[in-house]
């Protein structure tokens, strides 16, 4: 089973400063990671995936993760926060099979509401 | 709108009532997730289908939880004899395999009262 912590549930931040929103997991098996955005009174949507390859995945708005599998570590950063960027942030984790069957199913962390203040 | 809708987006009924809820999932998407979200958590799952076939639930499924795909296309969620500890945002998320980006609808809120 997996399992997906988000230490921090609440971050204030000033507009242009950096930001670091924490991420660890819990699996026996390998994994995919994602960071998915709940902006106010929208569905979640995918900020970014990590499949396989490089450890450092980006999204288009400047956010990026780095998969640390020592660490079972995802955390998301951005060098400059905008006050757009205010938002939940969800973690989840999904089982990677080489093979048929297994859970698709994501575990989500708890999340982490971001405020960008200006 | 080629998105993940769910119908309908709020319900409110008395404790012992019956509930469905309906999602239509992208349409080329073969996968359908259903996941339930309550204040100051992360959305938990509760049952998944590809295709028409229901291929895993979680243990919250409880016996008056059940969840159908008839046709490979939209699904309904029911919830009978409702308590109001199933108050919760029930989300519904489609994909098109294993791996790829799960597209999540808007949600159905559900209070119980």
């Known amino acids: 089973a997996q399992s997906v912590t988000q230490l921090d549930s609440q971050v204030p931040v000033f507009e242009e400063a950096p930001v670091e929103l924490r991420c660890n997991y819990s699996s026996s098996v390998s994994v995919y990671l994602f960071w998915y955005v709940q902006y106010p009174n929208q569905g979640l949507q995918l900020l970014l995936k990590?499949?396989?390859?490089?450890?450092l995945v980006e999204s288009i708005n400047g956010f990026e993760a780095e998969f640390n599998k020592s660490q079972t570590s995802f955390h998301l950063r951005k060098p400059s926060v905008h006050i757009s960027d205010t938002a939940e942030y969800f973690c989840a984790v999904s089982e990677s099979l080489p093979t048929q069957g297994g859970s698709e199913k994501l575990v989500f962390g708890k999340g982490t509401k971001l405020t960008v203040n200006p | 709108d080629t998105g993940v809708s769910q119908n309908p987006r709020h319900k409110i009924t008395k404790r012992g009532q019956n509930v469905t809820f309906r999602c239509d999932p992208i349409?080329?998407?073969?996968?359908l997730y259903w996941y339930r979200q309550t204040l100051g958590q992360g959305p938990e799952f509760l049952t998944y289908?590809?295709?028409?076939?229901?291929?895993?639930k979680s243990r919250l499924l409880s016996d008056r939880f059940s969840a159908e795909r008839p046709k490979g296309s939209f699904s309904t969620l029911e919830i009978q004899r409702t308590e109001q500890g199933d108050s919760a945002m029930y989300l519904c998320?489609?994909?098109?395999?294993?791996?790829?980006?799960?597209?999540f609808g808007p949600g159905t809120r559900l209070t119980v009262l």
């Open positions: 349409s080329e998407h073969n996968r």
């Open positions: 289908f590809q295709n028409e076939a229901q291929l895993e």
């Open positions: 998320a489609s994909s098109l395999r294993k791996g790829n980006e799960q597209f």
């Open positions: 990590y499949l396989s390859g490089s450890t």
